[in-house]
């Protein structure tokens, strides 16, 4: 029996060598149109970021020594063109000479792969621009990146490859900026659970743009490579990775005639072969059904390939005897200091398929908290509403992960219910485990959410919903609450909950919330067995909705050597040494396995333990801790003096805030300073006619827009800018401009607001529009709140050019010089 291979690699090596195991006698002949056949495909990026130093330990084997090993021929740089399936024969291409010759065969195996989309955009093949899919382009990446002296990278997608590269990248200490189309990166995993991945990469000091694509390339000055977005931006860069994604190259059997897919990838049977009987496929080129949605997918990883490959000899050799049953898509990836892994089918695609699920948010901790080094992990299930079966699963965290994202693929694959997660028995000690791991505890809160003993809704219904359809309960206790929460929401600490359950309505939908839902299924739990019937429980808590509610991209964050332009996330260039080492630290706190807002508490107690100028040292595992000590260091005046991540330990040193810290303010009387909070048309006349008043008197004069009052100032002819649905939602309540401003009182439907407008003119009374440009023109300062902007949606584009960006820091810089301080 004569087999040849087309492809080596994952799927046509494996092929190869089981073929050769389970028959000795074969004739076996490998085509690969590249010089490697047997290469880590995987570890690419590594290789270009240093992690794999040897370029020798790619290589698994040489075509040289699988050949003689395997007793095959392995014909490296030989392209095969064409399938004469009649004759049984191929046609084939030598690529160093363009010589073509043909070479029969029995059966034949096609093992292509896919190619990295690549665009027909502008200057996309201008020198720098490069993709990544062997060792040939590993080398020269890898060579320019040497020779070019690289200082910034551009990587365009954001997908599995895209990060890795990123990271890569970035240990090289090349700056990053990744531009993604999508709202997320990392498609796969539904937007909450990406939006945990967005705030680590602010951490990293990556920028990063989403809901932006790339619509040509140029080179600046014959030297730097411009990336031109579909917006009116461009990144000025060394170097550009192209991401975008691969496609199926099936280009072979398509003009062979073998039947091709609705998603171009080559049509198999249960045993892998063609439409051609003595033609097999395998890899990345084939589509096959997938067994959650029954819909034909192809799945682009290597574990399902190489399986694959061992399928197809079993069934060459032995008659079709084993059957594929389709790969449920479990992978896993190391995003800088997280790892992100799924499995199965996410909540995004079933619900695009009209497949009816309900998902679930818990957070847990890799081992048992009290055991040092317990670090978070944040796990979504996907599920039937009927009969409870696992549809998948996706997992954000440290350690831990791989373990458990194992765990759940094998539930999904083996059909196993939530009932059955409840049920798995782990191997347990305080330095690996809990006593009820994390997939137990994601089994034990879907039980509870199909049997009706708890309620969820999702942090897009309370941003979605207006403001009278839910009352919000905050259970943490008092000092987390202060830290901040949901707007409008009432703390009620868990424990006084049943004292003081007069204070929650019994006739509206009660939404109760924690740090990770734990204290408000109790909450839930004691409400609905004294007679509430409308109570839902946040699904995974505080610390999933303000991820998502969040500014989610950073862009800019290399123009003034600072991360992130938003009040959510605070970053400075870090204190030099010689600055540091005037630190004393009096004491060391350890917060590591607790959970967001432990470490702030933590830090809260521990900062009250010291004097006033001394430093604490403290240590926390939580990924949001980087942010929040930051956050409330400003709010309650103490100084950040440090703060650095070495895996998912975040170390901060915190000096107690002192008179000598900030030089003292002294109030000046010609400095006024006003907060527009309203979008009412007669209380922003209010602030703009006190505003010219005092610059009339020759006073300085600083107005900070927050909330509503950023309608005021925005453009009455703004170009239209890219948003996602909420903030689209947002846009569509909102004034677009002054213009379209009504009175707080005798609107009347509109006819009150013309009338005033009309008594203005007639009065000679300057419009709302007039007043904003005679402010203006008079030198007032205009401050946008970024974090209203951030919440309603609102981008710098929108407003006034006049207008600054900044955080109740800035507006406060203001006031404390100012003598009078209004809101209107």
Known sequence: MKYLIVGGVAGGATTAARLRRIDEQAEIIMFERGEYISYANCGLPYYIGGTISERENLFVQTPESFGKRFNMEVRTQHEVVAIDRAAKVVKVKKVATGEEYTETYDKLVLSPGAEPVKPPLPGINSEGIYTLRNVPDTD?????????????????????????????????GVRVTIVEMAEQVMTPLDYSMATLVHQHLKTQNVEFYLNTAVSSFSKKNGERLNVHLNTTRSIETDLVILSIGVRPESKLAKEAGLEI?????????????????????????IEFENPIIGKKMITYLAGPANKQGRIVANNLVRGNEHVYNGAINTAIAKVFKLTVASTGVSGKLLGEHNIPHIDSITHSSSHAGYYPGAEPMSIKISFDPNDGRLLGAQIVGYKGVDKRIDLFAEAVRNRYTVYDLTEIEHAYAPPYSSAKDPVNIAGFVAENIL??????????????????????????TKDEAELGGIEGSLNIPLDDIRERMGEIPGDKKVVLYCGVGLRAHVGCRILMQHGYEQVYNLSGGLKTYEHAIQKQSNEDIFANNYIGNDDHIYRKTRQTEEQQADVQVTVEADACGLQCPGPILKLKKTMDTVQDGESIRIKASDPGFFNDVKSWAKMTGNQVVDVAQDGSTITAVVKKGTKTLAPSRTVQANKKSLICFSDDLDRALATFVIANGALAAGHDVSIFFTFWGLNVIKKTDAPKVKKDVISKMFGKMMPSSARELTLSKMHMGGAGTKMMKKIMKKKNIDSLENLIQSAIDGGAKFIACQMSMDVMGVQKEELLDSVEIGGVATYLEQSEESNVNLLI
Do not use: C
């Not at 033609?279 to 080129?285: N, P, Q, S, V």
């Not at 897009?460 to 403001?467: E, I, M, N, P, T």
């Open 140 to 172: 020269i990446i890898k060579a320019y990146i040497e020779e070019h002296d690289v200082q910034h990278a551009t990587v365009v997608g954001a997908g599995f490859i895209g990060l890795e590269m990123a990271e890569n990248l970035h240990d090289l």
């Open 261 to 285: 897919g609705d998603t171009h990838g080559i049509v198999v049977n249960e045993h892998l072969q063609t439409s051609d009987p003595d033609i097999y496929a395998l890899g990345d080129a």
């Open 451 to 476: 049997n009706g003993t708890t309620r969820t809704i999702w942090w897009r219904d309370l941003v979605a919903g207006k403001a009278d359809d839910y009352f919000v309960v905050d259970v943490r």
